[in-house]
């Protein structure tokens, strides 16, 4: 199969919005998600059949990769027009999941001893699996009151990747996750929350693998999950 | 969003240190008053990662006033420190608006930021009161005809800002929009120092997490630190007269492609003082350092010229070089499976030698109750669990988890995935540059320069000779290279004191077991996909199969992570002095070829040809990037003339600025760690510096 265009969508950090988006030579599209233009929980890749119309906008732009910034309005109206066609593309493949992790987070209050365990989830969904690792030196844990945020610890060292209900070892630590659709795991830990906490999500870092059928490239993804009530 | 590429800082801050919101503790009363007060750091021997810090007792604090004076305590002992902070006046320039001639035209704009810093004990709040008013702004352009005279300059905010009514759907968007921008910002930053402590005489190191807030004030004359104007539905962001800028948000974006909170997130960057930068060509760079620094603007060119060209080999070798080990993988995995009895025999050892703790069965025996029958006995299901926890080892003997571990595909996945990381970390690293009198700069190099090393052709060619001596033969062994190297490293196993003596322990296996059935656990008690409830088991027989699977499950996990640690361990150094060497020859041939005089060279030892004709193949493309772009200022495309494509972008590096390195610069913060350090600090301790993660 062979990369026909790409476009890419970035920003520059702390919001490190990475979205690119292939069109290939049999007519499909598929965007990949390394970090989410909503700063969203879920990474990987989608599909998409784009119209005639649509694909041939795009590939009249050019091979590429021609990058959009999100942070400013397009230059001129032809540069808006190209930016809607991509948007549109993009949008249509976020409905159809080929690859893709969804993050969640859960914490379950505080112990005595002042720690408190957190649950980083993963699910699966697709047609294919999913395949990443997680860097926790580039991860964090957040911690909110009523909304407002109140502090941030550290993702602590994780002694193993994503388990299953049924204790089976997903990988994620040093060893590739390979996450089937309908597949989810977790990995529990504890850290010292900062300051009064009701609610906490999950900064997660990491590499996807084989997000295009034509790059076998790691590629650094940022996630954040929701934030979550904290069960007491 | 305004270009703060030109921002400066005018010379002198001006904090105003407000009064604490908490009393100082000065504890000047009866001796036997009750005064129990947090020394401001932790003492020697407190958990560095958060453990609670040790209070003074009365007597302690008593016997420190003593000591070193009643002032002196109170700057030790303060519980929660507040500070107001009003940087100076900001300006830059920004050239984002075009003339009728097609020439970009500069405007100036203004920033005065300002918070609020509060530390209590190892926790820094850094929290902006924004002041969310109403205005219209001037969408008429001056110059336009039929313009009435005295038009101000679009985008001019008219007449006096008004109050959101409550209820207004922008108090909603402006808080929500704050409170979700702020997120973004938090998790990257600590303030890194150390104190010395005055009981034991002993410095220790300390981090402070930093968390950003934001306080959203509706009252006009509410105090605040900055005030942003939230702009109706009605207005649209991007028509003539309303950009976005920190002063402006807009719940109707436009055209602009960002999200709200993201939009959002950089103007909060502004508020807190931190300016924007751009991406610009080898030219344009080159013309941002004759204005910044034009004493040693030549000179700071040549140098980052030389790192460009390091960092464009670098990045032309990763791709063949990859592809060269996933050649030698065969060797490689082959080397590492014959050893598979040996960890085998030492993986069996250690789950045998390992105790089943106490958690672990707690897991297991909660685990089972909450889905067990009700009529099932608790002491049953205690002895499936104590049954079935015993016979993990037996598991084991089948050798299904060692087996997983040293699998051909998941080793040669490993291996490959941790070669192509480091290569890829090494260009992350070394994108960033620090520029003579400018600052830190990266270098974003084209997917094209990252291709070029299998693209075919005489550079192409090259780069894969140079890829094969580096990494060595699919067959060839022993070998010097790296993949002979790797495959080298499993025969050290056997030996005393081995790498897999120290990773394949009893308390290694425990501390697996205990890890993945406490995360077995958490994914049981989250709420599953739609679909995959599992069957809630009724028998005895169940419960034991399901106990029973459990252990195998996590046993075997335990033994495939821990064999997944054994081999990172093992080759990461090996990888990393790979990369290393590589990283000092393409250093050392650059050298050769853009400093040492032609009379010199004959003197240097003979060039690996290969490496020569790569580092020409990217000075040549680099030299014509600088040819097709020379003399053609800071805004060619604002000036009329023609940008052509370019194989390589330059940042002025910032938090904020346009780049494709996910890495926050420390450096940005320093304006509030000077801050933080000029009135948060005890006596005690030294200055704090920012690091970013």
Known sequence: MRRLATFAWRTPGPTSIDEELALFDDDSARLVVRASRALGPAIGTYRAEPTEADREALLAAGPGPIEFNLLMPPGDQSEAALRAVADRVSDLARQTPEAVATFHARGTGTRADGMSPVSLLVVGSGTRPVQFDIDPAASSV????????????????????????????LGGIRRRAVLEPGAFGAIAFKVRASGATDAVSIRVAGRLSKALPDDDDPGRFSALTEATQVDS | MPDFENAEHAHGDAVAVRSEVTTRAEPTGSPNAAVSVQLARAPIGADPRGAQRRRLSSRQVIALQLAVGNRTVARVVR????????????????????????????????????????????????????????????????????????????????????????????????????????????????????????????????????????????????????????????TVAGSPGQPIDAGNWYMNKGNYGGDDKVIAAHEYGHLIGIPDEYSQSNSQLNALLHQAAPATAASAHEALDRSTVELMTLASLRAPLVRRLKATLPKITKAFRAQEPLVKQKMTAAAQASIIAGDVLNILRGRLTLSTAAQMPARL??????????????????????????????????????????????????????VQGLGEVSIDISS???????????????????????????????????????????????????????????????????????????????????????????????????AYRLISNAANGAATQLITNLVDASISPVVAASIADLQAKITAQVNRLMTTPPAGVAALEPADPNMKAVVAAMKARLAADEKATKGTGRDPLGAGVKAPNQDVTYSYQGLMGSSESKALRADQFKPIVDHFNKDLVTIFESRFKPEVK
């Open chain 2, 448 to 546: 094209g320069v990252r291709k070029s090393g299998i693209s075919g052709g005489r550079m192409g060619a090259a780069a894969g000779r140079l890829a094969r001596s580096t990494v060595g033969l699919p067959k060839v062994a022993p070998d010097a290279a790296l993949a002979g190297q790797i495959a080298a490293l499993p025969a050290t196993w056997s030996a005393t004191g081995s790498l897999l003596e120290t990773s394949i322990t009893a308390a290694g296996f425990t501390e697996q077991m205990r890890s993945i059935l406490e995360s077995s656990d958490a994914a049981a008690g989250a709420p599953p996909p739609p679909g995959a409830v599992p069957p809630r088991p009724a028998t005895e027989a169940e419960v034991f199969a399901r």
């Open chain 2, 381 to 434: 299901v205690e002895g499936i669990a104590i049954e079935t926890a015993s016979k993990y080892n037996e598991v084991l003997q089948a050798g299904l988890g060692v087996d997983a571990g040293f699998s051909a595909a998941a080793l040669g996945q490993q291996i490959q995935s941790t070669y192509a990381s480091a290569l890829w970390d090494a260009q992350e690293i070394g994108k960033v540059v620090a």
């Open chain 1, 142 to 169: 957040q911690f909110s009151q009523t909304g407002q945020p109140t502090g941030w610890v550290d993702l602590p060292e994780l002694p193993s990747g994503f388990v299953t209900p049924d204790a089976e070892l």
């Open chain 2, 79 to 234: 519980p929660i420190q507040r500070v107001a902070v009003a940087d100076p006046h900001m300006t830059e320039t920004l050239y984002n608006k075009e003339t009728k001639g097609g020439k970009a035209r500069a405007s100036k704009y203004a920033l005065d930021p300002k918070y609020e810093m509060t530390r209590s004990g190892d926790a820094v709040t850094v929290t902006v009161r924004i002041k969310f008013l109403g205005q219209s702004r001037n969408a008429v352009d001056p110059k336009s005809p039929g313009a009435p005279a005295g038009t101000p300059e679009l985008g001019t905010l008219l007449d006096d800002p008004t109050e959101i009514p409550e209820g207004d759907e922008r108090r909603k968007w402006a808080k929500e929009t704050a409170d979700a921008a702020v997120t973004i910002w938090n998790g990257h930053l600590s303030f890194v120092g150390s104190a010395f402590n005055p009981l034991t005489f002993r410095k220790a190191p300390e981090r402070l997490k930093v968390t950003f807030m934001s306080q959203p004030v509706y009252g006009l004359n509410e105090q605040a630190d900055n005030q942003v104007i939230i702009h109706p539905q009605s």
